[in-house]
Nanobody, 126 residues
């Protein structure tokens, strides 16, 4: 059983940066992949990126490469999503999720993840 709690979402202006946090409550995350998804109004949930806890390897959706960065803090069981150069199209609820994913994935399928947080709202507007 893994419990996840996101925080850090807020309203920002285009071009701003923001860091989201995901606090995980679990005995150990060593076998899990922790991912971030986002969902904008009227759209399907979209894969942002993921990190394999055991070795810190990361995997990103194409739109996130170079702008978004996922890191982890082992001692705190916390995962971060650093967002840069935010644009209005990045407006969404951002979700943290955990799953047992095979080495070769897929990482981008929501159905592969068993545990989800409640989400945190990011709004980008001028």
């Amino acid at each position: 059983q893994v419990q996840l709690r996101e925080s850090g979402g807020r309203s920002v202006q285009p071009g701003d940066s923001l860091r989201l946090s995901c606090a995980a409550s679990a005995g150990t995350l060593s076998t899990y992949v922790i991912a971030w998804f986002r969902q904008a109004p009227g759209k399907e949930r979209e894969f942002v990126g993921a990190i394999r806890w055991s070795h810190g390897g990361t995997y990103y959706n194409q739109f996130a490469k170079g702008r978004f960065t996922i890191t982890r803090e082992n001692a705190e069981n916390t995962i971060y999503l650093q967002l840069r150069s935010l644009q209005p199209e990045d407006t969404a609820v951002y979700y943290c999720t955990a799953g047992l994913i095979e080495v070769y994935g897929p990482y981008n399928e929501p159905s592969q993840y068993a545990y989800w947080g409640q989400g945190t709202q990011v709004t980008v507007s001028s």
